[in-house]
């Protein structure tokens, strides 16, 4: 066992794990953060995005132990201040950009590491920046079309 | 996962100590290593996490080359590497997907040499020098085959230079599925020579083509890449294509590349 020390949404957790529990497990599991989804478990789907650092990651391929002194921020963590949603995930639900949901947190994880870096994304750049996260109901245009309306780039005549 | 314990050394040293114990294994950014042991493929006791060592970390020039340390992420390469190395930066910019760039390392790619990667390429097109924990190790004597390397037991990547090329570019044919090369070619041309490698098409894993260097070197155009026979190397043939279709694209991808460094 080890003994961990990291910042999870803003909270500060020491943690006494084996160094090899995966992040995704510790999330869910330990911290009850089950927001944070396991799809294929294999590095593929993106469903268990979260971000290490300010950078997206699959917390289903990273291992606590090396997490030592790292700050998480998890889906949990992405609505305003006072619990609205905040302007991605409102575009999310304004443009239909989920059917089921499965895949939605690590799609919220990994497009707002996108806005923050590049504020205003081609679609061809939000497309590249999907290519690590799967959805299997939407057909991604939804997705797509939420991205471009939470950076601003959307017509009110698109909407729908 | 069978069961083992993961250690973090914040030095070198410490990690070449722990990995000379029976059993342990190394473990850089994790992203092929560690769905290798979810899927029981490795049992390692230790796994060595080199990621808290700061010597191999980041991207500095130092006489002229490019230096990465090997446990820097495909992001950092695609960002600091961008006004030194832009085919390199571009290369490092499309490995699998956003995720996947902020944790694996160009030291485990190369370590690993997947057939498929897109590293080797630039690594064996470049004649980059593999700085290692005991020597330097020459590109054109690294890579020894489908995931085989000169690396002996205990040694680790510490870093890689590379020359800078004038120009280069690196022309991947995505496997549409997997984001791995189906085939990819380096082009990069220097004052004495143009260097052609190949990576996705071969059995043998990375190689250079040498008859379109030759002809690249007395005339750097597509047309004299496409007037060439197909690379005559033992390819790799799965259903994702045949062995005939790798032949074919390495031409392809070369005079492709080749045309982009014309304009």
Known sequence: MQTITMTVNGRGITATVEGRTLLVEYLRENLQLTGTHIGCDTSQCGACTVHVDGLSVKSCTIFVGELDGAEIRTIEDMENADGSLSPLQKAFQDHHGLQCGYCTPGMIMSLSALLRDTPKPTEAQIRHHLEGNICRCTGYANIVKAALAASGQLDSADAG | ?263
Request: hydrophobic share 45%; with cysteine.
């Open chain 2, 1 to 263: 996962m069978y069961a083992f314990d993961l250690i973090s050394p914040k030095s070198l040293d410490k990690a070449l100590e722990a990995l000379a114990e029976e059993e342990a294994q190394v473990l850089a950014g994790g992203q092929t290593l560690i769905p290798t042991l979810k899927a029981r493929l490795a049992a390692p006791a230790t796994l060595v996490s080199l990621r808290a060592i700061p010597e191999l970390q980041g991207v500095s020039i130092k006489e002229g080359r490019l230096r990465i340390g090997a446990m820097t992420t495909h992001a950092t390469v695609a960002d600091q590497a961008r006004s030194h190395f832009p085919a390199l930066a571009d290369l490092a910019a499309n490995i699998g997907d956003p995720a996947v760039r902020n944790r694996g390392t160009i030291g485990g790619s190369l370590a690993n040499n997947d057939p498929s990667a897109c590293y080797p390429s630039a690594v064996l097109a470049s004649g980059a020098t593999i700085m290692t924990t005991k020597r330097s190790i020459q590109a054109d004597d690294f890579f020894l085959g489908m995931f085989a390397t000169d690396l002996e037991e205990g040694e680790l990547i510490r870093a890689v230079e590379f020359p800078i090329p004038i120009a280069a570019h690196y022309e991947k044919f995505w496997q549409p599925a997997s984001r791995f090369a189906l085939t990819g070619v380096f082009v990069a041309r220097y004052d004495n020579a143009v260097r052609v490698a190949v990576t996705g098409a071969s059995e043998e894993g990375v190689f250079r083509w040498t008859a379109a260097e030759e002809a690249l070197s007395k005339r750097f155009t597509a047309d004299a890449v496409n007037e060439l026979d197909r690379p005559d190397v033992d390819m790799i043939s799965d259903l994702h294509g045949s062995a005939e279709y790798r032949a074919s694209l390495t031409q392809v991808l070369t005079a492709r590349a080749v045309a982009r460094l014309q304009d």
